[in-house]
């Protein structure tokens, strides 16, 4: 697509495009729910039922919504971390290292993947109408950035691919030189110049900056460039279209006004604990340590005179309004016919309405299930030796459903950056690379699928299934220790009868002697293997080593005469 000069004055003079505006105030909620920026400010006055000191005592103490979903969102992580998937590159491997070295640092010192998980997926979230941009600067240097909504006055767009965008204006300052040069013309001209808007527009064939000057509208000087990419550089972040707005919408949607109601919950139940839900303390009067119980203390003295102020402590009461812990009451001995003096008439305590404060903490945990509940089509349950994030999944497979969604929208975010390095890296504006993700989730705790696998061992499955589900415990164990798993997944596939006890291999009948050597010994060659001979040995070489182990074996008994 191809902007005319006069299309673009058309769109500067309009001001903010209608749809981004609505993105933006879509953008502006979630954020403030998933970052918590903004929260005391969406807190409204509860009609007939709080006082404005009441609202503003619940601003002060209250807590964001940032943890609740910090916890919501954390199965997103698994998109990075599962399983399969491939990066082909589609070039001869001499170009490959060029693109590698190029994407090496695409943004903030991170290579691709790792930017996509800790920078775009969060964006992803709070603003899915806010685009992917790959950016030259006058080096010739590749930067990536996120361009929220904020940022943009129009983009036309087909799907998530950006047609063509036109940037929200920004300022320069004028330079001494310049203010020095317009003041001749007045301090109305200065004012003028100051008073300039830059809009930058970039459609499939040109780069250029354009200038708002009062009612005038024209591009800067030498600011046209062409695109070296031959297409708009940015790709929109969402992948659900609004079925009432051409925008997209958040992951989070369904749950926006559950949230906005567990703000409010939240803010009611934190006053109520504090205000509620501590034991009151009563005691017998008690005169006050600093004045001696007659309210007033003496602060000066001249000569015979003395000047006496109300007590600070007891504000002139004379009795004790604190008390420390180190406090001791102490009792004048009781007279004949005083009352009899026990512990509940001396001090005590009153204990508070603990039914009320569980109502509130049910209420607000039932709350945090329905709306995770509502994004991931399941619940969760706490339990089993080791917890998760999310604890144990009810049913996993709406789960997977969600993740592979994500992940494809996170795959093409992964082709489109890595497209547009290697058409300027390579000088092939028709280089095309072919990306996906796996889709092989981790959602189960290793001690769950270990309990699967030994269960499997005790019924004829297929010998296929039972290697699935070795492979998917080992996954689950060690999901966040690459070489430990590449370790015990190469060691796996070279032990004997894997899912047989040494003690039931010895009593088989049809194998031979050497076999059940080979598993009773097999221990205690992996135990004589160093770390670094695991990790560096491929799987025929480390073969090689455990034959050569079990013959040594044979050799020294032969010599023992065994």
């Known amino acids: 697509m191809v902007l005319s000069v006069e299309k673009v004055e058309e769109l500067i003079r309009k001001g903010v495009d209608a749809k981004i505006s609505v993105a933006r105030k879509n953008a502006k909620k979630l954020n403030m729910h998933v970052t918590g920026k903004g929260a005391k400010e969406a807190l409204e006055l509860l009609d007939d039922y709080e006082t404005n000191a ?143 808007r830059y809009y930058r527009v970039i459609d499939d064939v040109s780069d250029r900056i354009y200038v708002k000057e009062g009612d005038e509208i024209y591009i800067e000087k030498g600011s046209e460039l062409p695109n070296n990419f031959g297409f708009v550089p940015a790709k929109i972040l969402g992948d659900e279209k609004s079925p009432n707005l051409d925008l997209f919408e958040s992951l989070i949607q369904d749950v926006v006004d559950d949230a906005d109601e567990y703000l409010r919950d939240m803010s009611v139940k934190t006053v109520h604990k504090l205000s509620h839900s501590y034991p009151l303390y009563y005691a017998l009067e008690q005169a006050c340590t600093r004045c001696g119980g007659e309210g007033e203390i003496v602060s000066q003295i001249e000569g015979e005179e003395e000047t006496r102020s109300t007590c600070s402590s007891c504000g002139g009461t004379g009795e004790k309004t604190r008390i420390n812990p180190s406090d001791k009451l102490i009792l004048k001995q009781p007279q004949e016919g005083d009352p009899v003096l026990t512990k509940d008439n001396i001090a005590g305590t009153i204990s508070p309405n603990l039914e009320t404060a569980k109502f509130y903490e049910d209420s607000v945990d039932k709350q945090r299930q329905i709306m995770f509940q509502a994004i991931w089509g399941t619940s969760y349950e706490q339990g089993g030796k080791r917890e998760t994030a999310t604890g144990r999944w ?146 025929k070489k480390l073969k090689e080593s455990f034959i050569n182990y079990i013959n040594g074996i044979n050799l020294k008994q032969l010599n023992n005469g065994e």
């Open 394 to 539: 009810i049913d996993a497979a709406p789960v997977r459903d969600r993740l592979r969604d994500i992940s494809d929208t996170f795959a093409k975010l992964h082709k489109f950056l890595l497209d547009c390095y290697g058409k300027i890296l390579l000088n092939n504006l028709d280089y095309e690379s072919y990306v996906s993700y796996g889709d092989r989730y981790i959602l189960e705790n290793p001690d769950d699928l270990l309990k699967k696998y030994q269960d499997a061992t005790n019924y004829q499955v297929s010998e296929l299934v039972l290697i699935d589900l070795k492979n998917q415990y080992f996954e689950a164990e060690y999901q966040n220790d690459p070489l430990e798993l590449m370790k015990y997944k190469k060691l796996s596939k070279i032990e004997p009868f894997p899912t047989m006890t040494v003690s039931q291999v010895v009593e088989l009948e049809y194998i031979t002697d050497e076999d059940k050597k080979r598993k009773m010994y097999y221990s205690t060659w992996v135990e004589n293997l160093t770390k670094e001979q695991i990790v560096l040995y491929d799987e």
């Open 54 to 196: 009441q609202k503003a005592l619940r601003e002060k103490l209250l807590k964001t919504n940032r943890s609740l979903f910090s916890f919501i969102l954390r199965p997103t992580d698994k998109i990075f971390t599962a399983k399969g998937g491939s990066v082909n590159y589609n070039v001869e491997s001499s170009k490959v290292s060029t693109i590698k070295s190029g994407i090496n640092s695409v943004a903030d010192g991170l290579d691709i993947k790792k930017y996509l998980k800790k920078v775009v997926k969060k964006q992803y979230v709070i603003d899915p109408n806010g685009i992917l941009f790959v950016d030259i600067d006058s080096s010739g240097k590749l930067e990536t950035y996120i361009i929220n909504t904020n940022q943009i006055l129009w983009y036309k767009n087909k799907g998530n691919d950006v047609e063509a965008i036109i940037f929200e204006e920004y300022k320069k300052e004028l330079t001494p030189q310049e203010i020095e040069m317009y003041e001749v013309m007045g301090s109305a001209f200065v004012k003028q110049k100051k008073d300039r």
